[in-house]
């Protein structure tokens, strides 16, 4: 059950919260102190943590689809099992945050921006190679380093001929 005053209050000191299981699904809590506060099972779809401090906290196993997280600090927080899918971490910091590897690719494909309090990279705080290095070294990229075709000729000639 959502308490009513979650969606109606800003700057909210909620250190070392316990949301254990909790529904807040659609929650405000932007700009809040959730520091150290533990989030484990909680389903918290579409909640606001714009420019929340999320620092140590632990959201084991949440649900956090469609979560704004922009401009949020999440230094040190465990996100482990946990679903970020659509979430938006524009300017979020999550230096020496633990994310299951799948999900921080899946964040590394659309993450942007500088933490406006930390002023670290969203990007580099994740962890994320560079774009355009994995744009130019993709496999799949016609418009990155290709092979000439001497070298493709050299390689087939070193190929077994097995009919003829």
């Known amino acids: ?38 989030f484990m099972k909680a389903v918290a779809f579409q909640t606001n943590f714009e420019e929340a401090n999320l620092s ?6 949440a649900v956090m689809n469609e979560a704004n997280l922009k401009s949020a600090i999440l230094q040190r927080a465990v996100f482990t099992r946990s679903d970020l899918g659509g979430a938006n971490v524009e300017g979020a910091d999550f230096t020496n945050a633990l994310l299951d590897k799948t999900q ?13 309090v930390t002023g670290v990279s969203t ?6 190679g560079s774009m355009r290095r994995f744009r130019t070294a993709s496999p799949s990229n016609p418009d990155g380093p290709q092979v000439a075709e001497t070298d493709k000729e050299a390689f087939r ?6 009919r003829q």
Not at 157 to 162: D, F, G, L, N, S
């Open 1 to 38: 059950m959502l308490i009513a005053v979650w969606s109606t209050h800003h700057v909210q000191d909620l250190r070392r919260s316990n949301f254990t299981s909790a529904d807040c699904r659609k929650a405000n809590f932007k700009g809040a102190n959730l520091q150290g506060a533990y």
């Open 56 to 61: 140590d906290v632990l959201m084991d196993r």
């Open 104 to 116: 921080q690719m899946a964040l590394c494909k659309y993450a942007d921006g500088v933490n406006p």
């Open 123 to 128: 990007r580099k705080s994740l962890g994320c």
């Open 157 to 162: 000639a070193t190929m077994p001929v097995y």
